[in-house]
T-cell receptor, first 113, second 117 residues
Framework: GDSVTQMEGPVTLSEEAFLTINCTYT??????LFWYVQYPGEGLQLLLK?????DKGSNKGFEATYRKETTSFHLEKGSVQVSDSAVYFC????????????FGAGTRLTVKP | GAVVSQHPSRVICKSGTSVKIECRSL??????MFWYRQFPKQSLMLMAT?????????EQGVEKDKFLINHASLTLSTLTVTSAHPEDSSFYIC?????????????FGDGTRLSIL
């Protein structure tokens, strides 16, 4: 079945550092890909999405490009802030599977001043 | 954007109590709502998929008599944890998918932290 694998955390960075969180997926067909962010004690918020190959999702300085050839959707940000500290989840939704969503395990990011 | 309201945000109650959690889509209609459970520092575990007007579909290992789900309208689903015990303590999150865009992302509530004493 469909699955998502993302890099294990925790990840600790200094403010203004470059961030990459790797995400790869296994799916039949052409899934849509998402990154969600969860701040402490809160639910999940959609950060960005991409629905087809080579699409780039972007929001709040974060970017991710849908790479079908490498089945990847890595999250990047050029300069992280303390306020970016959260847990990030990579996810996919596949029309072939009734659009059920599959989540990665989550990566906890801590940004230190 | 699409908003999902989940209530209550936190519940603390005695063992044996039944607890009801509500999930509402505020500005869109949702034929499908999802209930997740999240243990500390772990990912979301899908418990069940709630379909408006029909019985919920439970994931393997989730007791349907323990976690009662009702999806009576296109904007409301409820999860009732019956006779809750300390091992049911967890963070429960609902999400909803818009009727109009079934291939779009799910929208999540802010979660309910349930603590059973």
């Amino acid at each position: 079945g469909d699955s998502v694998t993302q890099m294990e955390g925790p990840v600790t960075l200094s403010e203004e550092a470059f961030l990459t969180i790797n995400c790869t997926y296994t799916a039949t067909g052409y899934p849509s890909l998402f990154w969600y962010v969860q701040y402490p004690g809160e639910g999940l918020q959609l950060l960005l999405k991409a629905t087809k190959a080579d699409d780039k999702g972007s929001n709040k300085g974060f970017e991710a490009t849908y790479r079908k050839e490498t089945t990847s959707f890595h999250l990047e940000k050029g300069s992280v802030q303390v306020s970016d500290s959260a847990v990030y989840f990579c996810a996919l939704s596949n029309r072939a599977n009734n659009n059920d969503m599959r989540f990665g395990a989550g990566t906890r990011l801590t940004v230190k001043p | 954007g699409a908003v999902v309201s989940q209530h209550p945000s936190r519940v603390i109650c005695k063992s044996g109590t039944s607890v009801k959690i509500e999930c509402r889509s505020l500005d869109f209609q949702a034929t499908t709502m999802f209930w997740y459970r999240q243990f500390p520092k772990q990912s979301l575990m899908l418990m069940a998929t709630s379909n408006e007007g029909s019985k919920a579909t439970y994931e393997q290992g989730v007791e349907k008599d323990k976690f009662l789900i009702n999806h009576a309208s296109l904007t409301l689903s409820t999860l009732t944890v019956t006779s809750a015990h300390p091992e049911d303590s967890s963070f429960y999150i609902c999400s909803a998918r818009s009727l109009a865009s079934s291939n779009q992302p799910q929208h999540f509530g802010d979660g309910t932290r349930l603590s059973i004493l």
